[in-house]
């Protein structure tokens, strides 16, 4: 195998398909990122600011050249307002896809969503009732209607917190009190931090950072917490489902459909479509022995949780898909999909559709869902998809998909526990177990592909942690093999032990990225059952390949829940090491967690096990020295 | 004599020094105009990456003797006597690519030029900005450099510091102190990525 | 001191040169074939081609000879030197006694063996007074025939299709450039022509030309013939040493010398084409026969001969040709034999017709072949001739994002 090839990514049907997409003359993300080098020094260390039009301003790192910008802000200023604005946009995505949810509730409610339903009455129920929303003896669609517009009070200023924080231990809530950053509307905090960033408002590097926390907390106990509930109340709450992953589970005799985005809104009905008899049989009169639904990025990570539709590839390989020529229609949603992915299907017969009536893409054909029209529209894309089998020409699947174990919500989780947590805390308790870690998050080509997921996560069970994943870093492991039962001989004796008396992968997949909430909740329930707050327990997260805005958003909103988070990339804010500081350390006194950078997933595994370990002295538990 | 001296640690990559070299060999010296020209100007200073993708301003060093002026065939490089530039005559230039077998560096290009003869592809690099500095102005690419990578110096200042700096470096254990901690660290982890992208792990 | 160059090439010209300027008294007899002041010799294709008129070839003006007091003897082939007797003879029989000789007799075209050579409008490119007569040729020309695939048969080639003349190139090899480049990107070269509207055949070869006073058709080794109203044969160049006495001079396929320019007969040296010096990159003995390399070795030569001793560090062959769009760039080994002590790296990129092959000896840059981007060569080049190890990986070599600054030591 070429060397370059090895360089970019360590999954083996990546390093194929890259051989492949070189020969095809087909350009890819590495490719690009390449041709960036070097990129530019001012802003990757936060120090370039383009907010108001006296600028654009930079400072010189150095100390010789400008050190204000025209309006005055030194690089303190710079960095926080620009990584402020970043969180903002991290936070306002997800929010923004939770909102979209929240419409197909309302539709539903309102009998305008046909193929729409609700899946998870318990779950509607529950939910109401957090929001104090009557529910006895009530039909469950004028139960949704309710929600859904408690829900939208949520995105709103009305509010001095939002629903679902109650979800936190008392103790986080009360951090939160005391630092004024309970979050207090969704699109609030978003706004508001546009507004503090604006030239001329908050000029405090430090109130700035909070209010970033703030915004992030508005995110992961919000938008993203309401995206995954009302997920689940539309088409199920996840439970252990086989699936199974890479670029293997495209079939070489069916017409392929790839979906890929965010936002299960497209992909569920895209799905039904699928299954439909009809289009089957159509697709058989082509040849094909069957329609075959693959996912990609958190749009295939809804499908695979739900449904165990199994999983092409995560966010780096999104272009490596279509190199594989096998794939008929690509229908993408929003979020992380490459501008280039037009371009990409060109070189084959891909169809490239994009739905959303906020995200277009050159070389796409826009066919835009809404919850009224997304059942038949799907049936017609899906129809037209099978048409393009006749185009096929040339396919390339060189590797056989990894299986693969899917589904595990909190729900799931417990369920697995027999129903509560306290088997899992027992086994924290007795060491079994030395604690957990969430490892989520992008890819990014600065870090060899799926590297720092695998090999963190390798670490980490290795020596006793149980991991829970989402996102592209949940791709990854289940491509390594991570998530199948068997998968308890790459972890140490205490894990093996417990993971294999449940029959559970030691590496836990809780979903797409907006689903890192689940992990929030999973760790307030642990906190609540010890009695302490979720800084107090021995676990943490970390973020090994980060690439996107709505990665810092979840990386703040987890640190500012208590859970210290380890990045692999370093963010922009080298530019003042007052930044820097605070947000490696000086949180540790404001919310009792902090961030650490580690772009080497061996040593970062060490950073986690020291944590762990540190807690677990701190809780009285047995702790050994990392 | 003042010239370009590069002082690469302190280059941050950010390219600026392209395009203010591109809009300064532009005919109409302004960059919202210079993109609208044709042919579009280049610039003569290439920002490439190195191992570790950081910076490098690479320019012509305006080598005594200059390897391009003995390798070049019709002899369309010779010496400004007065700035010690070495120059192309893009009229005698035959574009035979013998001064990209001569220059070590890499510096030189070839295009056709919005300051040379129409449509004639030529080689093109660094003139020390010499139309600037008879205007009393400094090179472009230097006057953009906000991090003190590119300065324009007396030579013997310069050769000055660098003689003291290793004279420092040579009596003391420790080195200097970094002046940026800041870029120190966004080096390391750049550093640290990089090796873990070519490892074999 | 008297000093007698044989040639007024730019070996001969930079040898006078260095020669002059460490000795302003001694006497300096040039001896030259060709009537034309010295000239450019890459640059004849460029006259042929229409790129440039032959007053751009000159490359010291017609005061030259008067302004460094040289005594210069124009269209005279030397016919033999007495090495015993410190004296060269010429072809009129005059003798020019010396202290210091300088033999820089360039080369001359390799001949081929075929019938009728003798026809009108068959050529050789070599001098400028060749490409004048291709020029007279020319407007009556309608097809030609190139034979070789070399530089020569290229730039020939290359030409006349700019001139709009039907080309046909033989090669008897089987890709272009196979002297200068390794066999794939002689294959982009040929592909890049063809496309052009080169016809181009290989394994082909000459045995006869035929016509009736000029040239009309050229007879081939398989027995077809090919119509044509010019020929160039361009089949390489071999050292004009015929004058050389080989019991006193040491002669492999150029004139041997030493570090010093200097050949085993003491007092006389060899410069460019006619030399044959170390190779840096192959570690042996080779001939050169470039541009670069005769002019370095030409200054060296003289300022040797006039006494200060300057060593040569050894000749590197290297070569860059520009065909329509494409640029091919080679230098040192670039096509090592299969299992020998070299390690090639290949890159290709076809998207943007890009190709590098780098050969590595050990840790040093042995040789490479550019195809397009090749900005970057002088780099490599420098990285051959001063033999410095690569530490860095050596695929950055062959990244397109290669640049100097990928050697410079690891930031941090």
């Known amino acids: 195998m070429d060397k370059r090839y090895e360089e970019r990514s360590i999954a083996q049907d990546s390093r194929l398909l890259l051989k492949k997409a070189d020969r095809d003359g087909v350009e890819t993300v590495w490719d690009r990122f390449e041709h960036q080098q070097p990129q530019c020094g001012y802003c990757e260390m936060g120090l370039s600011c383009r907010i108001c039009v006296m600028g654009p301003c930079r400072i010189d790192p150095f100390g010789e050249g400008p050190q204000r910008g025209v309006c005055g802000a030194d690089a303190d200023i710079i960095v926080a307002r620009n990584l402020g604005r970043m969180i903002a946009a991290g936070a306002a995505a997800h929010s923004d896809h939770g909102r979209d949810l929240v419409e197909v509730l309302a539709a539903v409610a309102e009998g305008k969503a046909d193929g729409y339903g609700i899946r998870d009455a318990d779950k509607l129920m529950s939910m109401a009732t957090e929001y104090g929303v009557a529910t006895d003896g009530r039909d469950a669609l004028a139960v949704a209607g309710d929600l859904a517009a408690a829900m939208q009070a949520d995105y709103g200023t009305r509010k001095s917190e939002l629903t679902l924080v109650r979800r936190a231990p008392e103790k986080r809530r009360e951090v939160w009190k005391k630092l004024g950053i309970t979050p207090r509307g969704i699109d609030r905090e978003t706004s508001e931090m546009m507004h503090r960033t604006h030239m001329g408002v908050d000029n405090g590097w430090q109130s700035l950072l909070l209010h970033a926390l703030r915004n992030a907390l508005s995110d992961g106990w919000g938008g993203s917490?309401?995206?995954?509930?009302?997920?689940?109340?539309?088409?199920?709450?996840?439970?252990?489902?086989?699936?199974?992953?890479n670029m293997g589970v495209l079939e070489e005799d069916q017409v392929?459909?790839?979906?890929?985005?965010?936002?299960?809104?497209?992909?569920?009905?895209?799905?039904?479509?699928c299954q439909s008899e009809d289009l089957i049989a159509l697709a058989r009169e082509k040849g094909a022995a069957g329609i075959n639904l693959a996912g990609l990025c958190c749009t295939g990570n809804e499908l695979l949780m739900r449904h165990g539709i199994p999983m092409a590839g995560n966010h780096l390989t999104t272009e490596l898909v279509l190199a594989t020529g096998a794939v008929e229609m690509m229908i993408v949603d929003y979020q992380c999909i490459m501008p280039?992915?037009?371009?990409?299907?060109?070189?084959?017969?891909?169809?490239?559709?994009?739905?959303?009536?906020?995200?277009?893409?050159?070389?796409?054909?826009?066919?835009?869902?809404?919850?009224?029209?997304?059942?038949?529209?799907?049936?017609?894309?899906?129809?037209?998809?099978?048409?393009?089998?006749?185009?096929?020409?040339?396919?390339?699947?060189?590797?056989?998909?990894?299986?693969?174990?899917?589904?595990?919500?909190?729900?799931?989780?417990?369920?697995?526990?027999?129903?509560?947590?306290e088997p899992l805390l027992d086994a924290i308790k007795a060491g079994k177990i030395r604690g957990a870690a969430g490892v989520v998050g992008c890819n990014n080509p600065r870090i060899k592909h799926d590297y720092g997921h695998v090999t963190l996560t390798r670490r980490l069970i290795e020596n006793d942690i149980l991991v829970v994943d989402t996102g592209c870093a949940a791709v990854a492991t289940a491509k390594a093999g991570f998530k199948v039962a068997d998968a308890i001989k790459y972890a140490g004796p205490g894990l093996k032990e417990i993971c294999g008396a449940l029959k559970i992968p030691p590496v836990l997949h809780m979903g797409s990225c907006v689903d890192n909430v689940r992990i929030l909740v999973l760790a307030s329930a642990l906190a609540d059952a010890l009695g302490t707050d979720i800084s107090d327990l021995p676990m943490a997260g970390a973020a090994p390949e980060w690439y996107s805005e709505k990665a810092a958003a979840i990386g703040c909103y987890f640190v500012a829940s208590g859970v210290y988070t380890v990045l692999g990339p370093m963010p922009p804010i080298t530019g003042s090491m007052n930044v820097v500081k605070l947000l490696t350390e000086g949180l540790n006194d404001a919310v009792g967690a902090a961030f650490a950078v580690e772009p080497d997933p061996e040593k970062a595994a060490v950073l986690i096990r020291r944590h762990v370990e540190e807690k677990r002295k701190r809780l009285g538990l047995d702790a050994k020295e990392v | 004599m003042k010239t370009v001296v590069v002082h690469p640690e302190?280059?941050?990559?950010?390219?600026?020094?392209?395009?203010?070299?591109?809009?300064?060999?532009?005919?109409?010296?302004?960059?919202?105009?210079?993109?609208?020209?044709?042919?579009?100007?280049?610039?003569?200073?290439?920002?490439?990456?190195?191992?570790?993708?950081?910076?490098?301003?690479?320019?012509?060093?305006?080598?005594?003797p200059a390897p391009c002026r003995m390798?070049?065939?019709?002899?369309?490089?010779?010496?400004?006597?007065?700035?010690?530039?070495?120059?192309?005559?893009?009229?005698?230039?035959?574009?035979?690519?013998?001064?990209?077998?001569?220059?070590?560096?890499?510096?030189?290009?070839?295009?056709?030029?919005?300051?040379?003869?129409?449509?004639?592809?030529?080689?093109?690099?660094?003139?020390?900005?010499?139309?600037?500095q008879a205007e009393g102005r400094i090179p472009a690419c230097v006057e953009i450099c906000k991090s003190g990578a590119l300065a324009f110096e007396e030579i013997s200042v310069a050769m000055k510091r660098k003689t003291d700096q290793v004279a420092r470096t040579v009596s003391s254990d420790v080195g200097a102190a970094p002046s940026s901690p800041g870029f120190e660290l966004l080096k390391a982890v750049k550093k640290v990525e990089a090796e873990l992208r070519a490892s074999g792990r | 001191?008297?000093?007698?160059?044989?040639?007024?090439?730019?070996?001969?010209?930079?040898?006078?040169?260095?020669?002059?300027?460490?000795?302003?008294?001694?006497?300096?007899?040039?001896?030259?074939?060709?009537?034309?002041?010295p000239y450019c010799r890459p640059m004849i294709s460029l006259v042929l081609e229409g790129a440039v008129t032959p007053d751009a070839l000159p490359i010291r003006n017609d005061r030259f000879y008067d302004d460094l007091g040289i005594a210069p003897i124009l269209g005279s082939r030397v016919e033999d030197i007495d090495v015993d007797n410190r004296t060269v003879k010429i072809a009129n029989g005059e003798t020019v006694p010396f202290d210091k000789l300088l033999i820089a007799s360039g080369a001359d075209p390799r001949p081929i063996k075929a019938e009728g050579l003798d026809l009108k409008n068959i050529f050789y490119m070599r001098t400028e007074g060749h490409v004048r007569s291709m020029l007279t040729a020319l407007p009556k020309v309608q097809k030609a025939l190139v034979l070789g695939g070399g530089l020569v048969g290229f730039k020939a080639a290359y030409g006349l299709m700019r001139r709009g003349i039907a080309t046909?190139?033989?090669?008897?090899?089987?890709?272009p450039l196979s002297m200068q480049v390794d066999a794939a990107a002689g294959e982009l070269v040929r592909e890049n022509l063809m496309g052009r509207g080169l016809d181009v055949r290989v394994g082909a070869s000459v045995t006869a030309f035929e016509g009736r006073g000029r040239v009309e058709r050229a007879v081939l080794a398989d027995g077809t013939t090919l119509s044509c109203d010019m020929a160039v044969i361009g089949k390489g160049v071999l050292p004009a040493l015929s004058f050389v006495p080989r019991d006193k001079i040491g002669v492999d396929l150029g004139v041997l010398v030493d570090a010093h320019q200097e050949t085993g007969a003491k007092g006389i040296y060899a410069a460019g084409d006619a030399a044959e010096s170390t190779d840096i990159a192959r570690r042996s003995r080779w001939v050169n026969a470039i541009w670069p390399e005769a002019v370095d070795q030409g200054r060296i030569a003289g300022m040797n001969m006039a006494g200060r001793a300057v060593a040569y560090p050894g000749s590197l062959s290297r070569n860059v040709i520009r065909i329509f769009d494409m640029d091919v760039m080679s230098g040192g080994v670039v096509t090592p034999e299969t299992d020998s002590v070299y390690d090639v790296i290949h890159f290709h990129d076809p998207k943007r017709k890009r190709y590098r092959k780098l050969v590595f000896r050990e840790d040093r840059l042995a040789g490479f072949v550019l195809v397009n981007a090749v900005e970057q060569g002088g780099v490599m080049l420098s990285l051959i001739r001063s033999e410095t190890p690569v530490v860095v990986p050596r695929e950055r070599l062959a990244a397109p994002s290669f640049n100097w600054s990928t050697l410079l030591p690891r930031a941090g």
């Open chain 2, 71 to 132: 390798a070049c065939l019709p002899g369309a490089i010779s010496r400004d006597p007065d700035t010690g530039t070495v120059l192309i005559d893009p009229d005698r230039c035959i574009n035979c690519a013998s001064c990209a077998m001569a220059c070590p560096f890499g510096v030189i290009r070839y295009h056709a030029d919005p300051l040379g003869p129409p449509e004639k592809v030529v080689a093109v690099k660094c003139d020390n900005c010499i139309d600037r």
């Open chain 1, 256 to 273: 392929n459909i790839v979906v890929h985005g965010h936002n299960p809104v497209v992909s569920e009905m895209v799905m039904l479509a």
């Open chain 2, 10 to 64: 302190r280059c941050v990559g950010c390219m600026q020094c392209m395009a203010a070299c591109a809009t300064a060999h532009s005919r109409s010296k302004s960059l919202f105009s210079a993109i609208h020209e044709r042919p579009l100007p280049r610039p003569r200073v290439h920002v490439g990456a190195g191992l570790c993708n950081e910076g490098f301003p690479n320019r012509c060093r305006h080598c005594d």
């Open chain 1, 340 to 421: 280039s992915l037009g371009q990409t299907a060109s070189c084959y017969h891909t169809r490239m559709i994009s739905t959303s009536d906020k995200a277009r893409f050159p070389g796409m054909e826009h066919r835009e869902f809404h919850p009224d029209n997304a059942r038949e529209l799907a049936r017609t894309i899906v129809r037209e998809a099978v048409e393009n089998y006749d185009l096929r020409g040339e396919v390339y699947l060189p590797v056989t998909p990894v299986a693969a174990l899917g589904g595990f919500s909190v729900e799931a989780i417990v369920g697995a526990l027999g129903g509560t947590p």
């Open chain 3, 168 to 175: 046909t190139m033989l090669i008897r090899s089987g890709h």
């Open chain 3, 1 to 37: 001191m008297s000093y007698v160059i044989i040639g007024n090439g730019v070996a001969g010209v930079h040898a006078a040169e260095a020669i002059r300027r460490i000795d302003p008294d001694g006497e300096i007899t040039l001896i030259g074939d060709e009537l034309f002041p």
């Open chain 1, 225 to 245: 917490m309401i995206a995954t509930e009302v997920s689940d109340i539309l088409y199920g709450t996840p439970k252990p489902t086989p699936t199974s992953a």
